[in-house]
């Protein structure tokens, strides 16, 4: 059986075209090298491969992400290795880091994901502000064990720490991101996600529950003009902003993500300097 063949067998099955090249290159030690297989596609599928391959097959049928199956996904242009003990990394996500960018250049400053997970935001914000000093929090052991790998394997100087979101971290922070779990218990998409781990998508009936925790704790770790930066579910910007608003932080306000869903809000942390007129010559 040529590689075609092998494509057009896992499409029959109904795998979609691009997993089925994306599994294959990963089996054949070619990771994501789409025009090594245009240009080999006649070459035979090495008989010793081919039980993997219709396992991969049958298990990314079951609904289990590619990027576990490979055991990689990028991220703002990292590659972090990901497996079933943390949420895969979705590009939507990305916006949280392009917005924390916008917010600060490289000067020193103090920063903190909160549930990490595999470390994404926090590695790509180390990445690119050398200088930052930044935090990673997760409650997990074992999202934290693959974080640090991430970390050591880029050779990035993030601190990691065990806990419940602000809880057991001293600030001040002069920034505060995190993508926490937003999803209603009982949504009808959860099935499509069941092999991701549930404590880092779903935060009680209406999906707030953490969102509510970490806007009541960030009050209290910002510094006076710092920001929080949080992800949230497609349907939730107006309750965020109320949240927000209600822990009495200023300038609420939300950003797109790729697909021009409503994503994410921040807001300040208000300081004593924001009334004081400009001071002149
Ligand atoms: N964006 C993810 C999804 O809907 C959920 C991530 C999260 O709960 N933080 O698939």
């Given at each position: 059986?040529s590689?075609?063949d092998?494509?057009?067998?896992?499409?029959?099955?109904?795998?979609d075209?691009l997993?089925?090249?994306?599994?294959?290159?990963?089996?054949l030690?070619?990771a994501?090298?789409?025009a090594?297989?245009?240009?080999h596609?006649?070459?035979?599928?090495?008989?010793?491969?081919?039980?993997?391959?219709?396992?991969?097959?049958?298990?990314?049928?079951a609904?289990?992400?590619?990027?576990?199956l490979?055991?990689?996904?990028?991220?703002?242009?990292?590659?972090?290795?990901v497996?079933?003990?943390v949420?895969?990394?979705?590009?939507?996500?990305?916006?949280?880091v392009?917005?924390?960018?916008?917010?600060?250049?490289?000067?020193?400053?103090?920063a903190?994901?909160?549930?990490?997970g595999?470390?994404a935001?926090a590695?790509?914000?180390q990445?690119?502000?050398?200088?930052?000093e930044?935090?990673a929090?997760?409650?997990s052991?074992?999202?934290?064990?693959?974080?640090?790998?991430?970390?050591?394997?880029?050779?990035?100087?993030?601190r990691?720490?065990?806990?419940?979101?602000?809880?057991?971290?001293?600030?001040?922070f002069?920034?505060?991101?995190?993508n926490?779990?937003?999803?209603?218990?009982?949504?009808?998409?959860?099935?499509?996600?069941?092999?991701?781990?549930?404590?880092?998508?779903?935060?009680?009936?209406d999906?707030?529950?953490?969102l509510?925790k970490?806007?009541?704790?960030a009050?209290?770790?910002?510094?006076?003009?710092?920001?929080l930066?949080?992800?949230?579910?497609?349907?939730?910007?107006?309750?965020?902003?109320?949240?927000?608003?209600?822990?009495?932080l200023?300038q609420?306000?939300?950003r797109?993500?790729?697909?021009?869903?409503?994503?994410?809000?921040?807001?300040?942390?208000?300081?004593p300097?924001?009334?004081?007129?400009l001071?002149?010559?």
């Open positions: 059986m590689l075609a092998a494509l057009a067998q896992a499409r029959h099955m109904g795998l075209a997993d089925a090249q994306l599994l294959l290159l990963h089996l030690g070619r994501d090298d789409r090594w297989l245009r240009a596609d006649t070459d035979a599928l090495p008989p010793s491969v081919a039980p993997a391959w219709q396992e991969l097959c049958r298990r990314r049928l609904g289990e992400p590619v990027a576990y490979v055991g990689r996904k990028e991220f703002f242009g990292l590659p972090l290795a497996d079933a003990r949420l895969v990394p979705r590009p939507d996500t990305e916006t949280l392009e917005w924390a960018l916008e917010l600060h250049g490289p000067a020193p400053l103090k903190v994901d909160l549930g990490t595999s470390g935001i590695l790509a914000l990445h690119a502000r050398p200088a930052w930044v935090w929090v997760d409650a052991a074992q999202a934290l064990t693959v974080a640090r790998t991430n970390a050591t394997q880029l050779a990035l100087p993030v990691f720490h065990q806990g419940d979101w602000l809880s057991s971290l001293p600030g001040p002069d920034l505060i991101v995190s926490p779990p937003y999803i209603a218990e009982g949504y009808d998409h959860l099935p499509a996600l069941r092999h991701e781990p549930q404590s880092a998508l779903v935060s009680g009936r999906g707030l529950d953490d509510r970490i806007i009541g704790q009050t209290t770790r910002l510094v006076p003009g710092g920001w930066l949080l992800e949230h579910g497609h349907d939730q910007s107006a309750a965020v902003h109320t949240l927000l608003k209600a822990a009495g200023a609420v306000c939300s797109q993500d790729l697909a021009g869903i409503v994503r994410c809000t921040g807001a300040r942390l208000p300081s300097m924001d009334n004081k007129p001071t002149q010559g």
